[in-house]
């Protein structure tokens, strides 16, 4: 069984204050194109314009280190077919505690998984709330997903990071440690308890630091 962890792209989605929104537009009508095929015969094709972090999207290490590795470097196996684990913190966000600490990791076994922490901040998505003060995992938490050896971070917030911190303490750890993070998850609760394989990869784009994924979770054995 597949989970779907996106939210679909289109061009009034919620993006990072001062960055333009999503263009979809029709390079080539079905009209336009009509007489290059036979009748009946007919596409569409479309231009898209972007920024990379738009939508539910991956943050390479080249995103915040100019030696880190770009989308087109970054290993697969950091990226697909990765066991995962969701650590829940909806009933402490739900209290108005936004700040996600290493506590909340401890005892677990992280090492070669997908970290996906749920917030539940999802269910603001499309509303004016989702780009207020965000869930955001604190530096010392980012450390220590680093010292557990987690594959990947995901948070279902539009940012890992305080964004009053200029800093970005979460984002610098973690991709300074190669660990990709992925941002505007949806649907995490659906998989907590359960075991899972998390997928999320991304164009192989060369220079390039983020961009949008299908993330999505196949359950294992009994659990589909």
Do not use: K
């Not at 263009?23 to 007489?35: C, N, Q, V």
């Not at 697969?76 to 600490?101: C, N």
């Amino acid at each position: 069984m597949l989970v779907d962890l996106t939210h679909p792209f289109a061009p009034d989605i919620p993006m990072f204050p001062g960055f333009p929104q999503p263009e979809i537009l029709e390079f080539r009508t079905r009209a336009e194109m009509a007489p290059h095929y036979a009748s009946g015969t007919t596409f569409v094709v479309h231009r898209y314009a972007f920024v990379g972090n738009s939508g539910t999207y991956l943050d390479s290490p080249f995103h915040r280190w100019e030696d880190g590795l770009d989308l087109a470097a970054l290993p697969l196996e950091r990226v697909a077919d990765v066991p995962g684990i969701v650590v829940d913190v909806r009933w402490q966000v739900a209290r108005g505690r936004l700040a996600i600490g290493a506590e909340r990791f401890e005892g677990l076994q992280l090492a070669g998984h997908a970290v996906l922490v749920c917030t539940g901040w999802d269910r603001y998505w499309g509303t004016a709330r989702y780009l207020a003060a965000n869930p955001y995992l604190t530096g010392e938490a980012a450390a220590s997903l680093v010292a557990a050896g987690a594959m990947l971070v995901g948070i279902d917030s539009w940012n890992i990071d305080d964004v009053r911190n200029r800093s970005r303490p979460v984002h610098s750890q973690l991709l300074r440690a190669g660990i990709p993070i992925v941002e505007n998850l949806r649907d995490l609760a659906r998989l907590r308890g359960r075991r899972f394989r998390f997928h999320a990869a991304p164009i192989p784009i060369r220079s390039g630091s983020a961009v949008p994924v299908r993330a999505y979770a196949c359950l294992s054995g009994t659990e589909a």
